[in-house]
């Protein structure tokens, strides 16, 4: 069943990554990514009621955001390795579910908001299509990571290798793209809550294929 589940929720997102979804949003959001709060595509009121976490997003700069991504994801990491000897297989599968929706809903963010915000506002274009060939990377292991299920041979190595690939991107991240950004004139509150509208609308359309695909 965990693998009939990913492979409708696959269909919906990862196949929109990169050049189709990001490629088809980045005009308007390359604009507006300077000015102060245009909600632009992100205000769109997609999803269910069930994705807003909360009535109204809390305000949050853009960085705080995407920190507080990166800790959840790498928390879930931790948490994988330490209890995998112990979890029963489906129990695995509801984790390493989990952490490939919060991927892919956050490479999908920044792909879409704040990767081409950040290539307006810093010179270091290396740095920007090196995070984006790593998303392409870890998107392969995830992809496989659905395709599979904890009994196969590969599953927790493909795990692991995930985990790790993940925390350098994030070390990249935060280590050098972020100060960057963060001394741009970049209006981060505003694409602050350009993210997080964003996040809450993917979020909610993965969770209404995830309740479709339990309903069959
Ligand atoms: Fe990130
Ligand atoms: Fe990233």
Redesign the pocket.
């Known amino acids: 069943m965990a693998k009939t589940q990913s492979k409708r929720k696959r269909s919906g997102s990862s196949k929109s990554r990169s050049k189709s979804s990001g490629a088809s949003r980045s005009s308007s959001s390359r604009s507006s990514t300077r000015s102060t709060s245009r909600r632009g595509a992100s205000s769109r009121s997609g999803g269910s009621s069930r994705s807003r976490r909360s009535a109204s997003p809390r305000q949050q700069d853009a960085i705080a955001l995407?920190?507080a991504?990166?800790k959840n994801v790498s928390d879930m990491f931790d948490e994988f390795e330490r209890r995998k000897g112990r979890l029963s297989p489906d129990k695995k599968m509801e984790i390493v579910q989990t952490i490939c929706r919060e991927l892919e809903v956050?490479?999908q963010i920044?792909e879409e908001i704040?990767y081409p915000a950040a290539r307006e506002a810093v010179k270091e274009q290396d740095l920007l299509d090196e995070?984006e060939v790593e998303h392409g990377s870890a998107k392969e292991l995830i992809r496989q990571l659905q395709d599979g299920q904890p009994g196969d041979e590969m599953f927790d190595a493909r795990v692991k290798v995930l985990g790790e690939y993940v925390k350098h991107?994030?070390k990249e991240?935060?280590g050098k793209l972020f100060p960057m950004v963060k001394k741009s004139r970049l209006d981060m509150r505003g694409l602050g809550e350009q993210l997080m509208m964003r996040k809450q609308e993917l979020m909610g359309q993965m969770e209404g294929q995830f309740q479709g695909g339990m309903q069959e």
């Open positions: 995407l920190r991504d990166h956050h490479t920044e704040f995070a991107h994030v991240e935060q």
